[in-house]
């Protein structure tokens, strides 16, 4: 966009007073009185200007004055393509990016290490793309493993989002760019997501669906936050004055910019007065939104005070000092080899290992010769599909392709698609029955394929059709018939691998049962294959644990089993309350498929000696607990030691335990290491409803050492004072 060069460099010296500001810096006071000078410069008119969108993703700045646009792009999966307003691509060369694995994907890393990476390159790359606002990350939590963005979000745990949400939103505004966190709040469905009233008590709020959000203002300082589509307890969400200003504005200290998610505005007045700073979306001219000419209309006849608009000014000014007005922001980098490291990386420590009973893994090309590769999902890229967020990836390398990279030159690897996943977002009803019949010449063609093979490895799972935003999964059920086809190559060959693709659970009873090797793989971004293969080989000791519970059935998930999901005359009731995901298996005695936390390795991971710095504390301690960790397996490796807390003789409903921290270590084979874990008396606290505060309750915490939910290596009772 062409600016006035004279308007912007004074613009910039009103707005710049501090030369060495980096994208992390706040703005200094005297920056306060600046922006607030350049406020009273401009009219009514160019204030409400910068309130609402100008195109699909930017909102206007002031040109008389030198204030560029605010521009945005989609982003959990990386820097989304360029569209024309039909949201049709627009067809460029320039707007390609990096493809990152998904947000689940992430979050099965369990590493606050590799999420800061991933913000850093997609930081880079947003900012190389001339964009602002990032919107991302995604961390909603998983209350049902039906929700159609699961695959976006990252996890069912508060703690381990909050984690991953920090390091990633520190990553991204190391670049100048604005970290936009969604969807705030409770937005834990796609059912009449624009509709759905949710209900929850202020301490399941307070202790489950809001400390990732927490945590990205005050420890990540996020820039941005989006509104979800949903209401929040009878208001919409872009319309709560609790979410809003008491929560985000007083308690949390939030200066940066509230915005609302794409047509999810639905008022003037009401979202103006209870904290909505800026409307973004596409539907109808964008002078007609409600926070253009109706919120011009609604100053003017005293409605809304013009220094309330003056405050929502001064928020998108603050964020343009550290974004497009920064003049030292970096210049950014897109599609590097860095990137594609990064992607790498986190697609290697995301891969889950089910199941590996014969130990046919890792591969012994010494012995297999030849392998049937057998599934669409083979051959499938997933770097677009379905409704939302995509990314035109520059190349992303298959799951068959980065087999042939592997093992091409020992192995013969021959392919047969084995089903035909003829399914789309918007499909009918119809369309969907016939998707999920068994295509049986196919079927029979990868059995015969399969038959003569030394190994035969089978792709089924989801893709980015059936798990999408726009819609839930009505099943847990494999789609596509895919169960037939892993049964009818495992009657042929013994040595049957299964890689189920995907980012959220589905039914596999069956596979746990009767196959003997299974590995858990995500839309893993631009480098999966290489990924895959690298672990399927021994070059990679997998090391991904599952960031949610896989039920045994759907009705053992607490929304299904309280019959809260999706709703009752469009109210969501989260009666389970603190009960999400594994607290609810573990306090209901419930046995999952596959528990929170689970993942196998190549190695034996040996959990001994774990003590204390002390046997009791005050509040503001902190407790530093010691554990060894011994690999006694030929291989080395990285386990994620998992710290989970019970509460004994509680006076108050606490779930059977919880998360409270974990780490991430390497051990070599046959080495021994020492695993420091800090946790501060203050982690112990519950939210009492009555005062309205965090509360540590005295007496004994077990402290429980676990490689998963429900595997727990050394316990360790501490007294709180």
Known sequence: MKINMLGYATVCAVIFCITTATAQTKPAMISDARIKALIRRMTLEEKIGMLHADSKFSSPGVKRLGVPQLMSDDGPLGVREEVKDDWAPAELTTDSATFFPNGSALAATWSPALARRFGVALGEETRARHKDVILAPAFNITRTPLNGRTYEYYSEDPFLNSQLAVAAVAGIQTQGVAACVKHYAVNNQETDRRKVNVLVSERALQEI?????????????????????????????????????????????????????????????????????????????????????????????????????????????????????????????????????????????????????????????????????????ATLQFHRGGIGAGVKARYEVTNLQGLKNK??????IQFAQGYAPDYGAKYTDEQKEKAEKPNWDLIKQAADLAKNRDAAIVFIGGNREYESEG???????????????????????????????????????????????????????????????DVLSGK????????????????????????????????????????????????????????????????????????????????????????????????????????????????????EKELKAFTKVWVGAGKQVAVKIPVYVSDLAFFNEKTMKWEVEPGKYKFLVASSSKDVRQTKVITVN
């Open 209 to 377: 669906y809001l400390p990732a959000f927490k945590a990205a203002i005050t420890k990540g300082n996020a820039w941005v936050i989006m509104t979800a589509y949903n209401r929040f307890r009878g208001d919409f969400c872009s319309e709560s004055s609790y979410l809003l200003q008491d929560l985000l504005r007083r308690q949390w200290g939030f200066m940066g910019v509230v915005m609302s998610d794409w047509g999810g505005t639905h008022s003037s007045v009401k979202a103006a007065k209870n904290g909505l700073d800026v409307e973004m979306g596409t539907d109808k001219p964008y002078g007609e939104y409600y926070f253009a000419k109706p919120l011009i209309d609604s100053v003017r006849l005293g409605y809304v005070s013009e220094k309330l608009i003056d405050e929502k000014v001064y928020h998108m000014l603050w964020v343009m000092y550290h974004t497009s007005m920064n003049r030292s922001k970096p210049t950014g980098s897109l599609n590097t080899a860095s990137h594609a490291k990064a992607a790498y990386d986190i697609a290697s420590e995301a891969i889950v290992l089910l199941k590996n009973e014969k130990n046919l893994l890792p591969l012994n090309t010494a012995v297999i010769k030849s392998l049937a590769v057998i599934g669409d999902n």
């Open 471 to 533: 819609h839930d999964r009505t099943t847990l059920h494999l789609p596509f018939a895919e169960q037939e086809l892993v049964n009818a190559v495992s009657a042929v060959n013994a040595n049957t691998i299964v890689i189920v693709v995907g980012g959220a659970p589905y039914d596999l009873n069956e596979i746990k049962k009767n196959n003997h090797t299974i590995v858990w793989q995500w839309y893993n971004g631009c480098e999966g294959g290489n990924a895959l293969a």
């Open 407 to 412: 093992f091409g030159r020992q192995v013969d």
């Open 540 to 655: 990679v000791n997998p090391s991904g644990k599952m960031p949610f519970t896989f039920p045994v059935k759907l009705e053992d998930s607490p929304a299904h089993a309280l019959h809260t999901f999706p709703y009752d005359n469009l109210n969501a009731d989260y009666k389970e309350g603190i009960l999400v995901g594994y607290r609810w298996f573990d306090s209901k005695k419930i046995e999952p498929l596959y528990p929170f936390g689970y993942g196998l390795s190549y190695a034996n991971y040996v959990y001994s000696g774990l003590s204390a710095d002390k046997g009791a504390y005050k509040p503001g301690e902190k407790i530093t607990l010691t554990v060894q960790l011994k690999n006694t397996g030929k291989y080395g490796g990285k386990e994620v030691v998992q710290l989970y807390v019970a509460k004994e003789n509680s006076e108050v409903e606490r779930p």
